[in-house]
């Protein structure tokens, strides 16, 4: 029996082709093929198949599947060594012959040709990698792609095709080949996505040694332009390096043909290893089959050492042995705000049984019923907890959510409630389980560790909470669910809790209360644009869609409610739909759903008999549908969920009809279509939106949509291009503006007590002849909070008690102008949102924020880069790109160091960024900066001293010795002192020296000389 998976999926039995069934089922051979001899989950399978939203049948779906599949391979197998699909926990094991994979032997092929390549034999490398190479026939599971299928491991799948054909032109190239690979090089290049900078530029030197030097530069100008448009790079060094040969005729270009067993002087790059972050197992995992099923670890992704490393030799070089190199390994540490599951299970096996095999089965179940629900919502199953029948399950890593204890309760709930309905039943009958599980929300100490290639591995998370909510399960009842005093407050809008802490769900409670006591301020042009663009769209009766982008807090569901009290009392009357995009968990139409349900009046009490009868009647009264009505119905019926889920094929399918019915809606009345949170909706409805857009005409239907900027990292040219698309952007509100929430806020709860003038301040009061109930602390709060309306009611209801401030792990020492304020303390909500928007960022550009925030205020490209050993011109671009994501300000004056200088929009971004650093992190970063400052920037005291008196700190809280440190510090102080003093700047003088002596003890003998000098300078001053 033969599999090939390097084009369209294909089995093949005594010269003939198996028939595979549908697309799910041949996702599921295709996905257990490209994990050919190891176990893969059974979530993972589910996810394969219907990505973050499957049905609640999915896994009996599943196992459907994987059984018509074992009986079609028993069916056909012939011989001992005949391919087996067994069960293997958590999962499923695909047991083949290695020769029987066509994949395998691609593997195998390139892994020779890549070692006869380094021992010299360049003809004998070629003839092989040539070999592998004509095993494809076209993308791998090109059938499966079809339909939309974009599994990571389908792209390490290409990532190796990739490698081989760059490891067999180079072969080629020495060998002096050239003119016969131009067209291969020519196809690779056109399909690489994203572009391969060393197929072009082994395509730029074919092409050069062909005589065609122009075509050569136009292929290094098109790769520049895709770099530059598409990330904002360039191209590296060797191909810069190679551009300059082309231009220069260098003659090195022109190698002569070599011959076999020419002596090798450059490496061939053959990586026969997939890339990075991949799931294709390492080679000696998937060569033969074991003889027994076994539960094994997810394979270790592997990649090239030199995946990520500036690639300067010469490309098209002979190739030669090499060196071995070890991989690289960076382990990345940092402090979140974590929400965590400790899952205990109660198993009793029917009477009598006590096959360690059956129990095996009942925690393979349980593992992946937890893993589904957990995943679900966006939270993380820990692997080596899986042992016994415990689990502990975590939200917020890597990544924060706003909502993270909310989902952890709710993953807790779904989780109880699927046990309790009855695990699958073993042999012998169905087991008693019952899950004891507890909740914690805290600060967490989060190290990733690559797990053999760059990126993130599993998590190691430590923290006293784990600790403390260990002891708490042990006293939770089977059956039950108890969360921490933070989860319980942070989810109190959204779960009732008994007096013994059980939550049940309930609506979130309304905080109009609070938020509208703060008068929706700056917000008028706005309101103009949309009431202009919603009269346009009735008098011209056309679409229009209206995108409300802004920051969370900024206000977009506030204006929206404002707006739409308008309509309400408005002329025309206008028909008004809402839906909202829930987020992880969900099913990706929910708000198009929630939309038709409220159309047609369908309530959550209604049967499904009663919920048809309405469906009908509101289709059938609908103007223009009466040739398509039973189309229309079926496609409504699987929208609101009475049908099985479909593929996401299949969902598109249903497009056109449900447009249909929006347009019938909007016919007979001006209609009204919002759509919030858009920036958290899945891909197929952010398609539905743009076809309805599009392609709607002749009826009056306004689309409103609010999301954050998080939509055009997804959809870079979203309302771009469209008919009648607009994009407003609310940006944060003025001094003024934020004065008069805060004051309005303030007023209410009595906070700043004792009306008086606004004194001096960065921002006088907006009302200069109405007294103020205005505070030194109200205005503190003004420059915290950037803004953001939002900030400010969390603020007060933080005072108010209703939410809890950030720990004192997670929030950084406010400064001592606040200290003795308990109103300026970081609310939890607050921290959660920033952090979570800081989340969003790539790596790098995460690094150089926090690097920022442990420089200062203002910060340059220079220093940003010595504290994280990075290029200056790379910091700078990361800046630039930070900058248009509102996260910092460029400051328009002049800078000291002749580069652009920038500032944190927020206080509070920077005070974020910076708590999310471990401690020893912190501490070894200022001391950086400090003796960065004292060689290149001595006329600014504050940033010296500031990041000497830090280092000192956070040494003496680490329980560091101090003492040569304080005395470096001093004679650092008292140098910088005597520069500045000498260029004139007598103040900075000052400051260096009064510093200088609260280092030095009373009885030291160099005090009263240092006590002179600061006194002439200040005399001087």
Known sequence: MHFKVLGALEVEAVGSPLPLGGFNQRAVLGLLLLHANNTVAASRLIKGLWGDTPPATARKMLQNYVSRLRSLLAASAQGERAPVLLTSPPGYLLRVPAESVDLIRFERLVERGNAEAHSGGTEAAARTLREALALWRGHALADLVEFGIEWPELSAVQNLRF????????????????????????????DALPPRERLCGQLMLALYRSGRQADALTVYRRLRETLADQLGLDPGRALQQLERQILDHDPSLMLPAATEGVQATHPARVAAV????????????????????????????????????????????????????????????????????????????????????????????????????VELLGGLVQNFWAVGSAWLALFGVPSTGEDDPELAVRAALAIRDRIATGPSPTRCGPPQVAAQIAIATGDALVTYRPTGGVGDGSPDVQGSMLNTNLRVIDEVPPGAIRVCDVTRQATADVFHYSPQGEPTPRNPAPRAHLSGLAPLVERDREMDILGN???????????????????????????????????????????????????????????LRAIARSFAGITETDSRTVAERKLQVAVHGLPQTSGSTAWLLSHLRTLLGWSEPPMPTAIRHSFP????????????????????????????LLDFVEELANQTTGVPLSILATARPELLQRRPFWGGGMRNATVITLTPLSATGTWHVLESLALHHGICAGAQQPGPGPVPGPDRGREAAVSAQCRALLRRIGGNPLFATEYFRMHRGEIPAASAGSAPPVSQEYSANKLLELPQSVYNTIAAQLDTLPAVEKAVLQDAAVFGDVVWPRPVAALGNRDAQEVARRLEQLERRDLVDRVHSA??????????????????????????????????????????????????????????????????????????????FVIAAERTSMKGHQHAASRYYQAALELCPPNDPGRAQLLRRYRDVVHVN
């Open 163 to 190: 490698a081989a054909i760059e490891a067999y032109v180079d072969a080629e190239l020495s060998l002096g080949r050239h003119q016969a690979v131009l067209d291969e090089l020519e196809r690779a290049v056109a």
């Open 274 to 373: 997939p890339a990075a972050g991949t799931a294709i197992p390492a080679r000696q995992d998937r060569g033969e089959p074991p003889a027994h099923p076994v539960h094994q670890p997810p394979p270790v992704p592997v990649v090239s050492p030199e995946a990520d490393q500036p690639d300067t030799e010469p490309i098209g070089a002979p190739p030669a042995p090499r060196k071995e190199q070890a991989p690289t390994v960076s382990v990345r540490t940092e402090r979140k705000r974590v929400s965590v599951l400790h899952i205990r299970t109660r198993i009793e096996l029917p009477l009598g049984t006590d096959d360690p095999e059956d129990m095996a089965e009942v925690l393979s179940n349980l593992d992946g019923l937890i893993r589904s629900e």
């Open 533 to 591: 663009l919603l009269a346009d769209t009735h008098r011209r009766r056309q679409p229009n869609l209206m995108t409300l982008l802004g920051e969370a807090g900024i206000g977009k569901t506030r204006l929206v409610a404002e707006w739409l009290a308008t309509l309400r009392q408005g002329v025309p009357p206008a028909r008004l739909l809402t839906g909202t995009s829930p987020g992880p968990g969900t099913e990706p139409m929910a708000p």
């Open 657 to 684: 009809a449900w447009r249909l019915f929006l347009e019938a809606v909007a016919v007979e009345q001006l209609t009204v279509v919002v759509l919030e949170d858009l920036h958290r909706a899945d891909d197929l």
């Open 895 to 972: 800078s000291v160091l002749g580069q652009n200088e920038y500032a944190f929009r927020s206080i509070l971004i920077r005070d974020v960024a910076y708590s999310q650093l471990p401690r020893s992190v912190r501490l070894d970063k200022h001391h950086q900066a400090a003796r960065w400052v004292e060689h290149r920037l001595p006329e600014h005291p504050h940033l010296l001293i500031h990041h000497y008196w830090q280092t000192i700190s956070l040494s003496r809280d680490a329980g560091r010795p101090i003492e040569a440190l304080t005395r470096h510090a001093r004679t650092a």
